[in-house]
């Protein structure tokens, strides 16, 4: 593999690194000025990696890891944040930890050894991926961690709400979050007390002939690992909590079996110098893993042609759901909150109102989000199913969110949020929102919703679903049809597949949006697809959503006036 040359020897770059240019075992120590200077360019030249300063002086965590002692032979032990003389608190500088549980228990704090971990946390229960990161701040000088099994008391689920619902500021206040991305639990990953081995130097001449410049060639063996396959391969890279740990920290140093990984908002960089990805320049390699996104300033993608800018910020809402939707959670009711931040985040940048995990200024198009595979097949077993254990849970939620799905069994497909594909001026919101009633069993975003009711007013219409063979007006293996000769589409079921043996299903839908597609389908539609709850008139649950091409032909009805204007709710 061929590397290019300038980015190897331009000032500060790799070859000037201890890395390479050391022939001595490395220890942490020689290290670490490469992780300083990444850290120290990025606070002096990037300011799309400075979070804004309200979000640095509130919501701070309550307590941390204290590893102030360390310089004097003291301990480590957990401090409260009240506890810190006031004349620190506006300067606390802390670093943030992002790991992987791994099916492993970690070094917890719990009611019961509060007490004791407010006075000592004893060096031998410290596992070696919270070890490395204590090791790592002490080396950069700082004095406080944020570790979320050990600064949270995880069995007082008070103390949890009350923590888990500041996540977007915690990581967003750490001067650094040190990832153990090759970590697998936190009992595993590189022993960073242990030096790693020098690169070897061999001189040469330009022309191997005595009396020309001597060169040096710097070469590691074995060789290192390609760090994209690497870290894209690890546990931690399919965690749900871990993706808005890493959206919403201003810089993250990513720890590697055999090198460091430097990641902020506008640079990717790795120890060795072979990956270099810089936001808005050409010094890019042949990776293709990205600085992280700049949440803080650069919300709004280009828009595609004429999109609207609005719609562009909402394509990128949805980028970062499909992203979530994606990966695991130990815990299926985690599915709030480890996205709890990312929803603030975007509220605060674009001054929308969040309705769980939907937004309040475009709401009748939000709705139209879809699954993936869920009723597109008559093969049962290519159909996502909800797991037996979680079908409780998903009942009890709100029907018209994504956020009812259990991740990754079933994930929304969001293509259909590529508002590109319309002309903005023809797209109509075809339901009106009257009203949204929401509560939650706790904090906001740290607990489930105990209640999610919408009321809507719209066109209402029935829909008598009849299986076909898929054909080219339907991309994928749907191929549902209504019963009328000037409308083509489909209807994507949530929660079950289509029931097959019926071959035939009587639903109602809602109008939510229509808008003129820029190809030969004429009008599209997307429609709510509901079944009454039997309990209250007018009382419905979300299952699925339907999309219907309409040609209009001579003589024949107009679609917008198909149906009747109703208000209902829906549960």
């Keep these: 593999m061929e590397y290019r040359a300038d980015q190897y020897l331009r000032p500060g770059r790799a070859f000037e690194r201890p890395f390479w240019a050391s022939t001595e075992p490395l220890p942490l120590t020689k290290r670490m000025p490469t992780v300083l200077e990444w850290i120290r360019d990025c606070r002096e030249n990037h300011p799309q990696c400075v979070a804004p300063a309200s979000s640095t002086s509130s919501a701070r965590p309550a307590r941390f890891v204290d590893i102030r002692g360390l310089r004097s032979g003291g301990v480590v032990k957990l401090t409260r944040f009240a506890d810190i003389p006031q004349g620190d608190v506006t300067s606390i ?275 139209s989000w879809s699954t993936s595979t869920v009723g597109c097949a008559p093969d049962a077993s290519k159909v996502a199913r909800i797991p037996d254990e979680l079908r409780a849970l998903t009942e009890a939620l709100p029907s018209w969110t994504w956020m009812s799905m259990p991740i990754p069994h079933i994930k929304p497909w969001t293509r259909n949020i590529e508002w590109s594909q319309y002309a903005p001026d023809s797209i109509l919101r075809e339901a009106e929102v009257l009203g949204i009633d929401i509560e939650w069993a706790g904090a906001p975003w740290a607990s489930l919703p105990s209640k999610g009711v919408l009321t809507l007013r719209g066109r209402m219409m029935s829909m008598a679903k009849t299986y076909t063979e898929p054909d080219s007006m339907v991309s994928g293996p749907t191929g549902y049809l209504l019963d009328n000769p000037n409308l083509r589409g489909n209807i994507v079921l949530d929660r079950r597949p289509f029931r097959f043996e019926q071959r035939r299903e009587k639903f109602v839908a809602m109008a939510l949006w229509s808008g003129d597609h820029r190809s030969k389908y004429g009008s599209s539609w997307y429609y709510l697809v509901l079944e009454p709850t039997r309990r209250r008139e007018g009382e419905y649950r979300r299952v699925g959503r339907a999309l219907m091409y309409y040609r209009r032909r001579r003589g024949g009805p107009r679609f917008d006036k198909i149906g009747s204007i109703e208000t209902i709710t829906v549960v």
């Design 93 to 367: 500088s802390y670093v943030t930890l992002s790991h992987c549980w791994g099916g492993v228990v970690p070094l917890r704090t719990l009611k019961a050894n509060l007490r004791d971990h407010l006075k000592k946390i004893p060096k031998s229960s410290i596992p070696r991926t919270f070890s490395n990161a204590i090791i790592l701040a002490q080396a950069l000088g700082i004095g406080f961690l944020w570790i979320d099994s050990l600064c949270i008391v995880q069995d007082d689920p008070s103390d949890w709400e009350t923590e888990a619902s500041k996540m977007h500021t915690i990581f967003r206040g750490a001067v650094l979050t040190i990832s153990a991305t090759s970590s697998t639990s936190p009992n595993d990953g590189p022993d960073l007390s242990v030096a790693i081995p020098p690169a070897h130097h061999i001189y040469t001449t330009e022309d191997g002939k005595a009396g020309k410049a001597k060169r040096t060639m710097s070469v590691r063996h074995p060789g290192l690992s390609n760090p994209i396959q690497t870290y894209q391969s690890r546990p931690i890279h399919t965690r749900g909590w871990v993706f808005q740990e890493r959206l919403l920290s201003p810089r993250i140093l990513h720890v590697m079996d055999d090198e460091f990984i430097w990641q902020c908002h506008k640079l990717l960089d790795t120890e060795s110098g072979r990956c270099l990805r810089e936001r808005g320049t050409d010094r890019n390699d042949e990776y293709q893993w990205e600085p992280l996104s700049a949440v803080y300033s650069v919300l709004q993608p280009p828009p595609h042609g004429d999109e609207n800018p609005g719609f562009a910020t909402d394509r990128l809402w949805w980028t970062w759901v499909q992203s979530y939707t994606g990966r695991k959670l130990t815990y299926p009711t985690d599915i709030f909150p480890a996205f709890g931040g990312m929803v603030k985040q975007f509220a605060e940048l674009s001054g929308d109102e969040p309705v769980l995990g939907l937004w309040r200024r475009e709401l009748p198009l939000h709705l």
